[in-house]
């Protein structure tokens, strides 16, 4: 019988999807991201697009370290 649970470990998250989309949204460009400006905003599509793109550039990162 095979175990149903997951193994230990995973997907690398080295910081919050919550607190980059704040920050992201305060215009603080978190992570290396563009700044915006927090009185416009962002549409769902640039925030999720610059979340990925900070995760895929700290495992990079982390990749070479």
Do not use: N, T
């Not at 998250?13 to 905003?41: M, N, Q, T, Y």
């Amino acid at each position: 019988m095979l175990p149903i649970r997951p193994s230990r470990g995973g997907f690398l998250r080295p910081f919050g999807c919550g607190w980059f989309i704040r920050e992201f949204l305060l215009g603080h460009a978190p992570e290396g991201s563009i700044k915006i400006d927090p009185e416009v905003g962002a549409c769902q599509e640039d925030i999720f697009y610059h979340y990925k793109l900070a995760l895929h550039r700290a495992y990079a990162e982390d990749a070479v370290a």
